[in-house]
């Protein structure tokens, strides 16, 4: 297993919690829009969003990695 298999990734991180969606007109449906929730990422970032879901309803997470500033990678957890 080389470190890129190790490296947190948002998208299957028990931490990141999707909360709300994007306003949008025309009553379309907005991306939803996911934070990081780590009891540790108050101390790293004043802000923790972590990115938006594609367009459509299940709107998954499109960020393929993790923040620069996910308290994991300091850690060295997963
Ligand atoms: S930033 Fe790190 S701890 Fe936060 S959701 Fe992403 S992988 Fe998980």
Redesign the pocket.
């Known amino acids: 297993m080389n470190n890129a298999d190790k490296a ?3 998208k299957n ?1 028990n ?2 919690k999707q909360i709300g969606r994007m306003q949008t007109q025309q009553r379309r449906l907005g991306r939803k829009k996911y934070y ?1 929730e ?1 009891p540790k ?1 108050r101390r790293v970032t004043n802000n923790s969003f ?1 990115g938006f879901g594609a367009m459509g309803y299940e709107s998954p997470l499109t960020l393929k990695t ?2 620069r500033w ?3 990678k300091e850690a060295g957890e997963s």
Do not use: D, F, Q, T
């Open positions: 947190p990734r948002c991180c931490h990141c990081c780590h990422v972590v993790a923040k996910c308290p994991l």
